[in-house]
């Protein structure tokens, strides 16, 4: 069993290629039962891991993918796994881009550097300081945009391996293999102590490799729309 949405789509070894692939879905997740460690197999654990995470209310995830010829992204994406959620994106070559998702609108805030590499903005001569308000059925895959929600679903064949350390909490590695994705491996970090969270996931495959990374289980969210002064809708702007 493995967690859907890792490694599905293909990749190239380019920073930008990294991130459409991401932010197609590609931050880990999971699915299950309940109770952890013992005599339990490692599928039963993954289900365990999973039940916990779509149980939850709120969560942090943090994930680095590095692309085999360079280039690193990472997303720092504060959820309720259902219709609100902050997300901050960066590149290892230079951009940002800040997104704030409640219900059906996306404020996104994308800075110089992102803007020259991703709509080559050679006219972009300030900081970027407005949000762009505008619909989320109007994002497109590889556009920059993150998903509040995560699928949770296994699939591959997972072993049990050792006992470790993640942060502050006993973890055991879970490895898993899925014959669709040959040369990949993964590693999946459940907690043994407390509920069976999925503390951090670990892929490494011949194109890119990504580390993701759970915390904040169930802390309280302040995720609010920015200023009305600071807001330009792109709807608007084009009528």
Known sequence: MYLEGFVRTKTTTTASAVLSCLLAGTLVAGCGGGGSGGNRSADAMLEDANAAMRA????????????????????RLVTDLDSRC????????GGR????????????????????????GTSVTGEQKLW??????????GDGLSACTRPFVSFGTAKKGRTTRVGDR???????????????????????????????AVYKGAEYDTTTSF?????????????????????????
């Open 86 to 93: 902050t997300a901050r994106t960066a590149l290892s070559e």
């Open 170 to 200: 006993e973890a055991v590695e879970l490895t898993v293999t899925d014959k669709e994705d040959k040369g990949g491996a993964y590693r999946f970090y459940v907690a043994t102590q407390g509920k069976p969270y999925l503390l951090k």
């Open 215 to 239: 915390a904040d289980f169930d802390e309280p969210l302040d995720i609010r729309p920015p200023r009305p002064a600071e807001v330009v809708d792109a709807e608007e702007a084009l009528k």
């Open 132 to 141: 762009i308000k505008k619909p989320v059925d109007a994002a497109q895959p």
């Open 56 to 75: 939850l209310k709120s969560v942090r995830v943090d994930s680095t993918s590095t692309a085999a010829q360079g280039g690193t992204v990472t997303i």
């Open 97 to 120: 881009l800040d997104q704030i998702r409640i219900g059906e609108t996306d404020y996104v805030r994308p800075d110089r550097a992102y803007l020259r590499k991703w709509k080559g």
